[in-house]
């Protein structure tokens, strides 16, 4: 079964600085990878996925991810990071072949430091 | 377009009690997945159906059922309630099977 690992649970760092959030997936078999991200009191909302073709995947809010087969690796990056980035951030993986249910990590909570 | 829509938003509900949460997909998304987040969890996968048929379950016990209407908006039902079903439960749609898009979710406290 797949399995998703997001290394870090909190990540504090200053507005305008660089983040990276990391996750890692456990299959060696070709997946769908997906970045959400959730903001208090509210649903998923999808910031970028990764469905084939370029590693590098530009997404919604100035993220971008880089899928990275042989590390088995999702991470998350952004290069100068907003008050408003506060949020809980979810990796996901889907196995090949559509209707496949997601499987999520943990989440890792971004706060933004003024 | 309107998105995944949810009702309710909110529920408080009795340990033993039955649930109903409801859900209405984007237009023209025939495939509709629902998933439980508990409180500093990521979310679990339930049940997702599509064209109306079960397509796959999650590690969840037979209280969790499910089904979806013609119009493929989908109901959650949730049988003798416990303490640690208190959750928010999250409803999905996707056009591809691929991405899934997801509604506001039904906050459901049980007492």
């Known amino acids: 079964a797949q399995s998703v690992t997001q290394l870090d649970s909190q990540v504090p760092v200053f507005e305008e600085a660089p983040v990276e959030l990391r996750c890692n997936y456990s299959s060696s078999v070709s997946v769908y990878l997906f970045w959400y991200v959730q903001y208090p009191n509210q649903g998923l909302q999808l910031l970028l996925k990764?469905?084939?073709?370029?590693?590098l995947v530009k997404g919604i809010n100035g993220f971008e991810a880089e899928f990275n087969k042989s590390q088995t690796s999702f991470h998350l990056r952004k290069p100068s990071v907003h008050i408003s980035d506060t949020a809980e951030y979810f990796c996901a993986v889907s196995d090949l072949g559509g209707n496949t249910p997601l499987v999520f990590g943990k989440g890792t909570r971004l706060s933004v430091i003024a | 377009d309107a998105g995944v829509t949810q009702s309710p938003t909110h529920l408080i509900k009795t340990r033993g009690q039955h649930v109903t949460l409801r859900c209405s997909p984007i237009s023209g998304h025939k495939s509709v997945s629902w998933y439980q987040q508990v409180l500093g969890q990521g979310p679990q996968f339930i049940f997702q159906?599509?064209?109306?048929?079960?397509?796959g379950r999650g590690n969840f016990p037979d209280r969790f059922s499910a089904r979806q209407f013609p119009n493929y908006s989908s109901e959650l039902n949730v049988n003798a309630l416990l303490l640690g079903d208190s959750a928010l439960y999250l409803c999905?749609?996707?056009?591809?099977?691929?991405?899934?898009?997801f509604g506001p979710g039904t906050r459901l406290t049980v007492t």
């Open positions: 159906y599509y064209e109306k048929e079960e397509r």
């Open positions: 990764y469905l084939s073709g370029s590693t």
């Open positions: 999905a749609s996707s056009l591809t099977g691929f991405e899934q898009y």
